[in-house]
């Protein structure tokens, strides 16, 4: 089995610097433009099956990627992204007019001192729901042989890399977030999932963004 580990492309609120989470935010037109992009790039991938979260960003990106190929979508609540409670919506960064969130530059700097807010979710949450994708996709038999699309988030991602690795919560991003439709691809044999590369982008990365 080969997983092609896809992160959705540009909405808004990627570019006003805001929070989404669980908030089902479109695409922007230049998401759009990297999915179709991405979309050449792996046009020669034989995509046997997709799964997506169930938010609008990741389906879309996840339907522009195939490029009208039938190939089944199966929306999977375990890879949706991270929720942020009351904060979705908000700005985090520091501005002339507001001080910024200090707990959100910890999530995104130091996620060990990160204290989710009312209504969000926990990083030890993400990563439980997000590992136990891995292993039950991993370990099904009648997909040994097939190669897979997951179109999922930024945090969401990291989680489900991070279940292939021993890690501390101080080092929850692995070193970066993927860019907008950046793709890990993850090979598995009998069960055990390995990274084979990840951060790849079909295009020419002019700029990163930092969260989902």
Known sequence: MK??????????????????????????????????????????????????SPLKRAKETAELVLGGRDVPIIEDPRIIEISFGVNEGKSWRKTESYEGDPNMYHFFNEPELYQPVEGAESLGQLAER????????????????????????????????????????????????????????VECQDGHPVLLEQNKTYYTVTEEFRFD
Not at 26 to 34: P, S, T, V
Not at 131 to 157: W, Y
Request: charged fraction near 25%.
């Open 130 to 185: 997000t590992a136990d994708f891995m292993k039950d996709i991993c370990g099904r038999p009648e997909l040994q042989n097939k190669t897979i699309l997951v179109s999922t988030h930024g945090a969401a991602t990291r989680g489900l890399l991070n279940s292939l690795r021993t890690w501390e919560l101080h080092d929850f991003w692995g070193g970066r977030v993927a860019p907008n439709c950046g793709v890990a691809i």
């Open 3 to 52: 997983l092609y580990i896809l992160r959705h492309g540009e909405t808004a609120w990627n570019r006003e610097r805001r929070l989404q989470g669980r908030s089902d935010v479109e695409l922007n037109e230049n998401g759009r433009r990297l999915a179709k992009e991405t979309a050449e790039g792996m046009k020669d991938i034989p995509f046997d099956l997709v799964f997506t």
